[in-house]
T-cell receptor
Framework: NAGVTQTPKFQVLKTGQSMTLQCAQD?????MYWYRQDPGMGLRLIYY???????DKGEVPNGYNVSRLNKREFSLRLESAAPSQTSVYFC????????????FGSGTRLTVV | QQQVKQSPQSLIVQKGGISIINCAYE??????FPWYQQFPGKGPALLIA?????SEKKEGRFTISFNKSAKQFSLHIMDSQPGDSATYFC??????????FGSGTKLNVKP
C-alpha cells in the first residue's frame, strides 16, 4: 500500500546512545516532516524538508539532526539520546507544501532510559 | 507557547449524541484548518479541513464550524458512534508549509 513507512516501530536506548529513525514515502511527495508526540502536548514539529535538498528547523529541533537523502527518504538522528527525548515520533509527507494535509506514518515509540 | 489551543482534553459521549471539540488560535496568518483523527498505535489521519473564507464545512457526520473574527473553530460529530472513539487533533497551517497542532482530545463514545 502506498504511504509513509517508518522504522523501527519501537526502540529503547540508553542515555548517550545515538540512533537514526528512518522514514520513506512512495507517493512522490515533495515535502517531508518529523514530529514528536507527547501526552498533553499534541504534535510538535522537529524538522521539515520542503523539497529535496532543503531542511529547516521546526519548533523543537534541539538534540536532533535530519537528512533528506533523496525525494523518498527523510531520516531523523539523535546524536546523544536523553530521557527528555522519550516520545512517539511521526514522519509525515505532503504533495506541495502542506496545503492538502499530511500523510503520516504509523510512528516510532522511543524510550530513553 | 501553544499556537493552537484545544479543548476539552477528554470527552465522553453516549452513542447517538453530538461530540463537540473546540480550538482557538491567535496568528491571523494561519490559512488552512484541518482536523486529524488518530486511533491507538496509528498515525493521525486527515478527517476534514476548512479554509478561512468559509464558515462551515460538512462531510457526512462531521462538520467544521469556523469563526474568523473570534479566531475559533470547532469539530462537531453528529450521531456519534463507538467507532468514532479516538484522539482528535485540530491544526493550523502557517506559511503553506508547517502545521501547528492542538494538544488533542480523547473521545470515548459509550454504547
Amino acid at each position: 500500500n502506498a504511504g509513509v513507512t517508518q522504522t523501527p516501530k519501537f526502540q529503547v536506548l540508553k542515555t548517550g546512545q545515538s540512533m537514526t529513525l528512518q522514514c520513506a514515502q512512495d507517493m512522490n511527495h515533495n515535502s517531508m516532516y518529523w514530529y514528536r508526540q507527547d501526552p498533553g502536548m499534541g504534535l510538535r514539529l522537529i524538522y521539515y524538508s520542503a523539497s529535496e535538498g532543503t531542511t529547516d528547523k521546526g519548533e523543537v529541533p534541539n538534540g536532533y539532526n535530519v537528512s533528506r537523502l533523496n525525494k523518498r527518504e527523510f531520516s531523523l538522528r539523535l546524536e546523544s539520546a536523553a530521557p527528555s527525548q522519550t516520545s512517539v515520533y511521526f514522519c509525515a509527507s505532503s504533495a506541495t507544501g502542506a496545503g492538502l494535509g499530511y500523510t503520516f506514518g504509523s510512528g516510532t515509540r522511543l524510550t530513553v532510559v | 507557547q501553544q499556537q493552537v489551543k484545544q479543548s476539552p482534553q477528554s470527552l465522553i459521549v453516549q452513542k447517538g449524541g453530538i461530540s463537540i471539540i473546540n480550538c482557538a488560535y491567535e496568528n491571523t496568518a494561519f490559512d488552512y484548518f484541518p482536523w486529524y483523527q488518530q486511533f491507538p498505535g496509528k498515525g493521525p489521519a486527515l478527517l476534514i479541513a476548512i479554509r478561512p473564507d468559509v464558515s462551515e464545512k460538512k462531510e457526512g457526520r462531521f462538520t467544521i464550524s469556523f469563526n474568523k473574527s473570534a479566531k475559533q473553530f470547532s469539530l462537531h460529530i453528529m450521531d456519534s458512534q463507538p467507532g468514532d472513539s479516538a484522539t482528535y487533533f485540530c491544526a493550523a497551517l502557517y506559511n503553506f508549509n508547517k502545521f501547528y497542532f492542538g494538544s488533542g482530545t480523547k473521545l470515548n463514545v459509550k454504547p
